[in-house]
């Protein structure tokens, strides 16, 4: 199987001329759109490897993480809905027997849904109802607009070392 069994995210430019929230969540679902685009093409083998040798980052494996950190933010922290909690990371981003990427971006294009409708109608200002959380939504999305594209980045390393491909 390869990730041509995924179907690749339109990416849309967020608003330059719009609201804060707007302008907030267009970056997001921009950042969003291009870790799936990043990972277009690869293999389950290429997707699964550790291209550099120190790390224990996969693509993957990284598409996992930002599906857990999605949830935790906006479905659990944020909106106090009654989901389950992801696996723990403790082993970094573990691949399990049976993931497949298609699979993996399968669920992180319905997790970022879920984050939408989480968060659809509340204001900026609004504060987390998690338990023990004291952020605003602005804050959920201003730090996973920075966590998103720090993965990226992560993504365009690991991308370019496994088959040299490079790009937006």
Same mark, same amino acid.
């Given at each position: ?42 293999s ?6 550790r291209?550099v ?6 693509? *993957?494996?990284?598409l ?5 950190? %999605? !949830?935790?933010?906006?479905? $659990?922290?944020? =909106?106090? +809905? &009654? ?19 298609? *699979?993996?971006?399968?669920g992180?294009?319905?997790?970022? %849904? !879920?984050?939408?409708?989480? $968060?659809?109608? =509340?204001? +900026? &200002? ?24 720090r993965h ?6 690991l991308?370019?070392? $496994? ?6």
């Amino acid at each position: 199987m390869t990730s041509a069994d995924a179907s690749p995210v339109e990416r849309i430019r967020p608003p330059e001329n719009g609201t804060e929230r707007d302008t907030l969540v267009g970056l997001l679902d921009f950042l969003r759109a291009t870790v799936v685009h990043k990972v277009y093409g690869l293999s389950d083998e290429q997707a699964f490897a550790r291209p550099v040798a120190a790390s224990q980052l996969t693509p *993957g494996g990284l598409l996992k993480h930002l599906t857990a950190v %999605e !949830r935790y933010w906006f479905s $659990i922290d944020f =909106a106090a +809905l &009654d989901v389950a909690w992801p696996s723990t990371e403790q082993d970094g981003f573990p691949i399990e027997p049976g993931d497949t990427l298609a *699979g993996i971006v399968a669920g992180y294009v319905a997790e970022c %849904e !879920r984050s939408r409708s989480a $968060i659809a109608g =509340a204001e +900026l &200002d609004a504060a987390a109802r998690g338990e023990g959380m004291a952020f605003t939504l602005r804050y959920a999305l201003a730090h996973m607009i920075e966590e998103t594209a720090r993965h990226c980045g992560h993504l365009d390393l690991l991308r370019e070392s $496994i088959d040299g491909q490079t790009g937006q």
